[in-house]
């Protein structure tokens, strides 16, 4: 019903930058919260960073003042740069949203998520 592509991601050194940028597509009626987790070997998966449809942001600590997620609801898509990198922040990253989907009398609300992009940052 909903899917999301993600693109950005890659090898940077330490102090870098990098955005990641993920489009949802399908049956959507609405994109609420979307967001950026991720998971680093041998590590839970973990939100770095969502944003609701108004614009609330939420991050975990590790990344504050370091990283911004944004959105455009006209083309459901939401972004994350990334700035000041550190090899802490290396993982795969997912894209997640909250969206309400579906044709005819099948629509529901559900979570999505995409494939992952990896981010790697050399030390």
């Known amino acids: 019903q909903v899917q999301l592509v993600e693109s950005g991601g890659g090898l940077v050194q330490a102090g870098g930058s990098l955005s990641l940028s993920c489009a949802a597509s399908?049956?959507?009626?609405?994109?609420?919260?979307m967001g950026w987790y991720r998971q680093a070997p041998g590590k839970q998966r973990e939100l770095v960073a969502s944003?609701?449809?108004?614009?609330?942001?939420n991050y975990v600590d590790s990344v504050k003042g370091r990283f911004t997620i944004s959105r455009d609801n006209a083309k459901n898509t939401v972004y994350l740069q990334m700035n000041s990198l550190k090899p802490e922040d290396t993982a795969v990253y997912y894209c997640?949203?909250?969206?309400?989907?579906?044709?005819?009398?099948?629509?529901?609300?559900?979570?999505?998520w995409g494939q992952g992009t990896q981010v790697t940052v050399s030390s």
């Open positions: 997640n949203a909250h969206a309400v989907a579906g044709t005819g009398p099948f629509v529901s609300a559900g979570d999505y």
């Open positions: 399908g049956s959507i009626f609405s994109v609420n919260t």
């Open positions: 944003i609701t449809r108004d614009g609330r942001q």
